[in-house]
């Protein structure tokens, strides 16, 4: 990492800079994350592809942070360049510098799930109007039933336990997904509304420390989609996945969604179909994750898994149709 530390140094006006270290705690995926400790603060250094769609998309980025920061919300600050650029170029990648937020992942609490819902609904409603480039993912994913998906992991339910009680449970999780299909057709998608979005909003991508908010992360996703996607991704992940107990999902559901419509006011299309979009994120999240040595996910077994999902989606189910007829 010489020739980085190198070039940080002559780009940046940030004076002495210690040896760089990767950062530990996090993936390095698809970008290298590099800890930045200088006299002038800790940054985190992210290395991207140096080709046209990859740079055009961080000019995007870094100028919708800077956006969300002159409006209240909390995102890691873009360091600049001395001659103000946002990042520089070494090797074939293009590097960004931003601000090192401290904090872990979201805990789930009362308090955070208003948070997340509050800093959601505002996100959404600020950035409307603004222009919305296309993302590095489908607009629609969100509406896309995971049958191959779900049947190969069924398959592997079936090999813990084959009896009947299985088979019934596999019907009713596939009755959801026809439900859902109806409810997320492509006919209907005129009445949800779009714009820029986060594109993964979950408790990864929300820092905190205790029960306070530090910051959203991983801009990368950002630009032109559904406000669906982002809301039944933050359902599925913050409201649904470790419970089947009724009121604590109608609590969590509802404290977030109450918290965002501080902001923006959901239709009634998408106060239907958003129960059904949060099911098949949770059904497609649960059913593409590799299982443990153990066989295990999460903690459960497939065959336990499934009678999660069964009970999970009858209660999503439930509230897509009072949010139809009323309570």
Same mark, same amino acid.
């Given at each position: ?6 070039? +940080? ?9 210690? $040896?760089? =270290? ?30 046209? *769609? ?19 919300? $909390? ?24 601000q ?6 979201? $805990? *789930? ?16 409603? *600020? ?44 019907d009713? +999780? *596939?009755?959801?997904l ?9 006919n209907? =998608? ?32 950002? #630009? ?39 902001? =923006?006011?959901?239709?009634?299309g ?8 949060a #099911? ?12 443990s ?15 999660i999902?069964?009970?999970?989606t009858r ?13």
């Amino acid at each position: 990492m010489a020739a980085l530390h190198a070039a +940080i140094s002559e780009e940046y006006d940030l004076g002495l800079i210690r $040896p760089l =270290r990767y950062l530990e705690t996090t993936h390095q995926r698809r970008h290298k994350k590099i800890v930045v400790e200088t006299e002038k603060g800790v940054f985190l250094a992210k290395t991207y592809t140096d080709d046209l *769609v990859t740079v055009d998309s961080l000019y995007f980025q870094h100028n919708l942070s800077e956006y969300l920061l002159s409006n209240g919300l $909390p995102v890691a600050r873009i360091q600049r360049t001395r001659n103000q650029h946002s990042f520089i170029k070494l090797a074939g990648l293009a590097v960004e510098l931003q601000q090192f937020l401290q904090g872990h992942q979201m $805990p *789930v609490t009362p308090k955070t799930l208003h948070i997340s819902g509050m800093c959601l609904g505002k996100f959404h409603q *600020v950035c409307q109007g603004r222009p919305a480039p296309p993302r590095d993912a489908r607009k629609w994913r969100f509406s896309e039933v995971p049958r191959e998906i779900f049947q190969n992991f069924y398959q592997r339910a079936l090999q813990e336990r084959n009896d009947r009680f299985m088979q019934e449970n596999c019907d009713k +999780i *596939v009755s959801f997904l026809g439900e859902a299909t109806q409810e997320l057709a492509e006919n209907k =998608r005129n009445t949800f509304e779009s714009g820029i979005i986060h594109g993964d909003w979950h408790g990864g991508n929300l820092l905190f420390t205790g029960e306070e908010i530090q910051g959203i992360i991983d801009l990368e996703y950002t #630009g032109d989609g559904c406000y669906l996607e982002d809301l039944s991704y933050g359902i599925s992940n913050l409201g649904i996945r470790t419970s089947t107990k009724e009121e604590i999902l109608e609590f969590r559901c509802d404290t977030i969604l109450n918290a965002y419509e501080q902001f =923006r006011t959901l239709s009634w299309g998408e106060n239907v179909a958003l129960y059904y979009a949060a #099911g098949i994120k949770h059904i497609t999240t649960v059913a593409f994750q590799q299982p443990s040595p153990e066989g295990k996910i999460a903690g459960y077994t497939p065959a336990q898994w499934l009678e999660i999902l069964v009970e999970q989606t009858r209660w999503l189910a439930e509230q897509a149709r009072r949010s139809r007829w009323g309570s």
